[in-house]
């Protein structure tokens, strides 16, 4: 699966500055490059974790020159490169142009994702815009390219930061970057009809998300790749794999999982036709199953039995009690 590709990648070749000798050029891997009015090049152990993680580089340009950090080198200093800036159609911050440019270049020199930031915009307030904008602009995204365009975005939030600083203070040039902030942003989600705020990384998905930080464990977490179905949860009542979404992404959108379904000691339809028709047997896969069978119900799905294995083909039964789970959900039409 691809995510939208806003064009190919122009030049990425740079030179080094002193003492360093020589350049190089960004290929072949996927790449951070963020264009900025100015900052020291100070990076967190963070940071430098997930980027080693994910094989990706990052390069922070500013008028005056740049850095270069590979996931398992020390930084490098990078000479000016008026040229880049000219490639990317970057228009400095001194010449009317944005505090922030930050752009995703995968493995193919293809633009993945491009974000434009005012240097005195609160720095979470610009990473809860980006990630809006990264969500409603992307389609089929992976895990993977998912995560990534977290990190960038985490960064342009620190680079936002770093320059209203600088601007603030009057300096005009490089200033040391705190690394002091605990880089956590606040979420606020409706998850079962009750509204609940989490304090936690941009990087945290939806699953862990509801099972770590708010103890929803009805969820489950199975192959952590979208593919089994288990970690179904309903957003705006459509059925969500919530490994792989952000839980930032999701901000004042209605969650509901497992735990929300029944009333009191009253089951939801589709819980006690599971229940009648014995379509379960380990229980690991039933949350998701039930919730995807409730959604493919409300979407007008399942009219034959037929149609019901199909909708229902994206949620994985490993102990094959797959001819109750269709009876089952058979039963609950027109009570959902």
């Known amino acids: 699966m691809e995510t939208n590709c806003l064009g190919p990648a122009p ?3 740079f030179r080094f500055a002193p003492p360093l000798e020589g350049g190089g050029e960004l290929r072949g891997t996927t790449s951070v490059v963020a264009f900025c009015a100015g900052w020291n090049g100070t990076v967190t152990d ?6 080693r993680g994910l094989g990706a580089s990052l390069a922070a340009i500013h008028p005056r020159g740049g850095m270069l950090l590979s996931p398992d080198d020390d930084p490098r200093p990078l000479a000016p490169a008026p040229h880049l800036w000219e490639a990317f159609e970057v ?3 001194g010449r009317g142009g944005p505090g922030l440019t930050v752009l995703l270049v995968d493995g193919e020199r293809r633009i993945r994702f491009r974000r434009e930031g005012d240097a005195m915009v609160p720095a979470e307030q610009a990473l809860l815009s980006a990630l809006r904008s990264a969500a409603s602009s992307s389609r089929g995204i992976g895990r993977r390219e998912l995560i990534v365009n977290s990190i960038a975005l985490a960064l342009a939030a620190t680079f936002l930061e770093a320059c209203a600083t600088s601007e603030r203070n009057g300096a005009g040039g490089d200033r040391a970057l705190s690394a002091g902030g605990s880089g956590l942003v606040e979420v606020p989600l409706v998850v079962n009809g009750q509204k609940r705020t989490l304090r936690i990384e941009p990087r945290v998905t939806l699953l862990d998300a509801l099972r770590e930080n708010l103890g929803l464990t009805g969820t489950k977490k199975g192959c952590d790749m979208g593919q089994c179905g288990a970690c179904t949860v309903l957003v ?3 059925r969500v794999d919530s490994c792989l979404a952000l839980a930032i992404q999701h901000e004042g959108r209605n969650i509901t999982t497992i735990e929300g379904l029944a009333n009191g000691e009253d089951l939801h339809p589709m819980q006690q036709a599971f229940l009648d ?24 799905g399942g009219q034959t039995d037929d149609a019901i294995r199909e909708g229902m083909s994206g949620n994985i039964c490993r102990c094959g009690a797959y001819p ?5 959900v058979r039963s609950a039409k027109g009570r959902v």
């Open 277 to 300: 028709h014995d379509a379960f047997q380990c229980g690991y896969c039933t949350p998701g199953q039930i919730l995807s069978a409730i959604a493919l119900l409300k979407e007008g």
């Open 91 to 93: 228009r400095r911050p």
């Open 236 to 238: 705006d009542g459509k």
């Open 324 to 328: 109750n789970i269709v009876d089952a």
């Open 11 to 13: 030049d990425l070749s």
């Open 46 to 51: 963070e940071l430098r974790a997930e980027l």
